[in-house]
């Protein structure tokens, strides 16, 4: 019985990690929009920068196209990371995974971050 809980908790485990990593994707995604819009906008505020007809409603479709991508490429690393994690449960080494993903999710947010504590 007690071999039969410790399988189950080491299934979950890996679907568990998987899910703390797609939420912080997620927010990394939202910082990701974030730092583009805000990069966008002070283009378009800044009269040397600003392409030929952009104005605050080219910020608008800016964003739902921003949205559109960063939508297609969170479902794919979703899916991707399902099975790259699997596999290295398999392989065991599903921690070393792990933490990859881990520090480049962390890395992307913290880059985003400081582009706009430098914009702001």
């Known amino acids: ?35 583009l819009i805000v990069i966008a906008v002070w283009v378009v505020q800044n009269p040397t920068l600003r392409p030929p007809g952009w104005t605050t409603g080219t910020i608008y479709g800016l964003s739902r196209l921003l949205w559109l991508i960063l939508g297609i490429i969170w479902l794919g690393w979703v899916m991707f990371t399902e099975g790259y994690l699997s596999e290295g449960k398999r392989l065991e080494i599903l921690k070393k995974r792990s933490l990859r993903l881990l520090l480049i999710s962390v890395a992307i947010y913290t880059l985003c971050y400081l ?6």
């Open 1 to 35: 019985m007690l071999d039969r809980i410790k399988l189950l908790i080491d299934n979950l485990s890996t679907y568990i990690i998987w899910l703390a990593l797609a939420v912080l994707v997620t927010l990394t995604g939202f910082q990701i929009h974030t730092t």
């Open 115 to 120: 582009v706009l504590r430098l914009l702001a």
